[in-house]
């Protein structure tokens, strides 16, 4: 998969085209409008990523540019203005997603997974987990042919670890993915720990979890 | 006492009360003087009228000779029938010389009477005669009470006309400053948005007033449109860098050759970094909703927006095994707000409520009318607030619970300001060591309109 990253602050460019090599993203940096129009001409991507605040033109020109010189392409506009109208405008000309800075790198990369599920039709079959299934489109885990009931919540850390499997999540990065960047007057909360001891409760039942560890002092992985 | 009650008296009734008082003390004085005012003009006037008869007498004499009225006696005498004028004539000695009004009494057939009396001496044929006008002091205080009477009178009315006139027209003078009053102040509400319509006065110093205020809120307007300008642009540029810094310690995390305790290092500063990054999230939420970037025509069942509130924060309540109990009674369709900014404002209420409460506590929820107003009230079996604090509870950055739950003294400021902007009004009650409770007063009308039967 090929991704442009068209971000002008160069250290937050390469530290995205870091974090994405690790999931063997394939990636390629713009660092203006005009280096973006440039290669946006020249290649074909899988995936665009524009910060709307460039310092020589606007990110919703390039949009609307990019949409037509590679028109199968998915689209994250990336925005530390943050505002309402800006992600409606986004989202209204066709971008795919929006993130508002700043935001954790899984979260872009689990952004850019949901995209390829939705938009490539990447259909991926019951991902096995242990002993258990989990079935990431209808949202269900299942224990040979018994289905376990997980909350909303429990269901969406599980999936979210294990899209991100052999890497530890923070407890910061996992609560951001699950109850959103909405402001929050809490800084040290630890329910995320609530949520992992309800999943290992539920599914304790059924067989060992193990491969759920603790990583102390850090967060959670799923290891495979 | 009564410096007082004046001192809280509204212009109007302060001109109204002077002009009355300073009329009637001025009344007061004229009533008192009138008597001696009265009788002076009687007294001189009936000087002039024994003046003018003496004059008459006189003639007479030169005309027709002392005889006229001696006829061969030596002294002249004539009574009006009620003895209340007189006039004599008689010779006296040649070396008396008199001209005086004064009063005096003269026996007259018996009767000791009190007269004012002329008496003037003059020379004629080589002898002296005695002329005495005289009139009864009774009769020249006469019509004293009737005058009185009558000038009293004249002057309540006149001085009641000069009341009416006054008030009315001092009313109508003051009346700009009631206007620039309600206008200006009473009826706008920060920030001075709207620029209300123009006072109509034709006086100097109701225009300077109203040129100032208006002047004066346009200052202010700036002032807090700069604060917030810099509010805004502070948090937005703080984004870029904490951006960096978070993806740069997501990326160090992962590096192989990090050891655990440098991971956890890491994520410590990953901690403090996230505490920054809520503040500053914070701060342009507050910004965005004064500068009313969020809609205001969405609508919501109470209900429905306090399940979405436990869904999200339920995992606390358990936590602290606390029991949350709902009693919506009223039904109410809440029109006119933003779901978002709702759902913040009580989330960061029941937030608090957790935050701040014992193991085991309860939180209450319940609908009421206030006043006729649709009122939401979030009560807690917490630590409650301390008096001295409750004013400042919705201050920025004001944390008045313990340090180890404080947080970051933004959540009420949120709460304070989705109220305004919103149009609700917010109220604390709280006694130290028993919990706290916030009501959400819903005012305007039309939110009350809207029933789901």
């Known amino acids: 998969m090929k991704v442009l990253i068209i971000e002008d602050e160069k250290t937050l460019a390469f530290e995205m085209e870091k974090f994405l090599k690790k999931a063997f993203f394939l990636c390629d940096l713009a660092h203006s409008f005009k280096q973006g129009v440039n290669k946006l001409e020249l290649n074909q991507y899988d995936y665009v990523l524009i910060d709307l605040g460039l310092p020589d033109g606007d990110g919703f020109e390039l949009l609307s540019k990019a949409k037509k010189s590679n028109p199968d392409a998915a689209y994250i506009i990336l925005t530390a203005r943050g505002k309402l109208e800006d992600r409606v405008a986004g989202l209204d000309m066709g971008a795919d997603d929006y993130l508002a800075k700043p935001f954790f790198l899984p979260e872009l990369q689990s952004r850019m997974q949901a995209i390829a599920r939705r938009k490539f039709k990447v259909d991926e079959a019951l991902i096995p987990l242990g002993n258990f299934n989990i079935d990431l489109q209808k949202r269900f885990v299942f224990f040979e042919e018994e289905q376990i009931e997980l909350s909303r919540k429990e269901f969406d850390l599980l999936s979210y670890l294990l899209l991100h499997k052999n890497r530890v999540l923070t407890r910061m990065q996992l609560s951001e993915h699950i109850w959103g960047n909405f402001v929050d007057d809490d800084y040290d909360s630890n329910y995320i720990d609530a949520h992992i001891k309800n999943i290992r409760k539920k599914l304790n039942v059924y067989a060992p979890t193990e491969w759920l560890e603790t990583v102390r002092g850090v967060g959670y992985r799923i290891k495979k | ?453």
């Open chain 2, 1 to 453: 006492m009564v410096i007082e009650l004046r001192s809280n008296l509204k212009l109007s009734t302060k001109l109204t009360l002077f002009i009355t008082g300073s009329k009637l003390a001025i009344v007061g004085l004229f009533i008192l003087l009138l008597p001696f005012l009265i009788g002076q003009i009687a007294s001189n006037y009936t000087n002039f009228s024994l003046r003018n008869q003496q004059k008459k007498v006189l003639q007479n004499i030169n005309k027709k000779g002392i005889d006229y009225y001696f006829e061969g006696d030596n002294s002249y005498g004539s009574y009006t029938m009620l003895k209340d004028e007189y006039i004599a004539l008689e010779t006296v000695a040649q070396t008396l010389k008199l001209d005086t009004i004064r009063d005096t009494k003269r026996i007259v057939e018996q009767d000791t009477i009190a007269y004012r009396v002329l008496s003037f001496t003059f020379q004629k044929n080589q002898k002296t005669y005695l002329l005495e006008i005289g009139k009864t002091t009774a009769s020249i205080n006469l019509y004293n009470d009737a005058l009185q009477r009558f000038a009293l009178y004249v002057l309540i009315i006149l001085i009641a006309l000069s009341i009416i006139i006054d008030l009315i027209f001092t009313r109508q003078l003051i009346k700009p400053l009631g206007q620039i009053i309600k206008l200006r102040l009473t009826n706008s509400r920060f920030p001075f948005k709207k620029k209300h319509g123009n006072i109509n006065t034709s006086t100097q110093d109701f225009k300077y007033l109203d040129h100032s205020l208006i002047s004066l809120m346009d200052q202010i307007n700036e002032a807090f449109e700069k604060e917030r300008e810099f509010t805004a642009n502070a948090s937005h540029e703080f984004m870029t860098p904490i951006s960096i810094l978070q993806n740069k310690m997501e990326n160090l995390l992962t590096e192989e050759s990090a050891s655990e305790a440098v991971q956890e290092h890491i994520v410590d500063m990953m901690k403090t970094l996230e505490r920054l990054k809520k503040i500053s999230r914070s701060l342009l939420l507050i910004s965005r909703i004064e500068n009313e970037q969020f809609s205001k025509q969405e609508e919501i069942e109470p209900q429905t927006l306090f399940n979405e509130i436990i869904e999200e924060i339920g995992h606390r309540l358990e936590e602290k095994n606390i029991q949350i109990d709902i009693k919506l009674s009223h039904n109410k369709r809440l029109g006119h707000i933003n779901h978002d900014l709702l759902f913040q404002l009580f989330y960061n209420l029941i937030n608090n409520a957790i935050k701040f409460n014992k193991e085991n506590g309860r939180i209450q929820i319940s609908d009421l009318l206030e006043k006729g107003y649709y009122t939401i009230q979030v009560s807690d079996s917490g630590q409650g607030i301390k008096a001295e604090d409750i004013p400042h509870v919705f201050d920025r950055f004001k944390k008045t619970g313990h340090a180890e739950n404080a947080g970051y003294g933004l959540g009420l400021a949120i709460v304070k300001s989705i109220a305004n902007y919103l149009n609700l009004k917010v109220q604390v009650n709280s006694i130290h060591g028993e919990g706290a409770s916030f009501k959400v007063i819903f005012e305007t009308e039309q939110r009350m309109s809207k029933s789901i039967t």
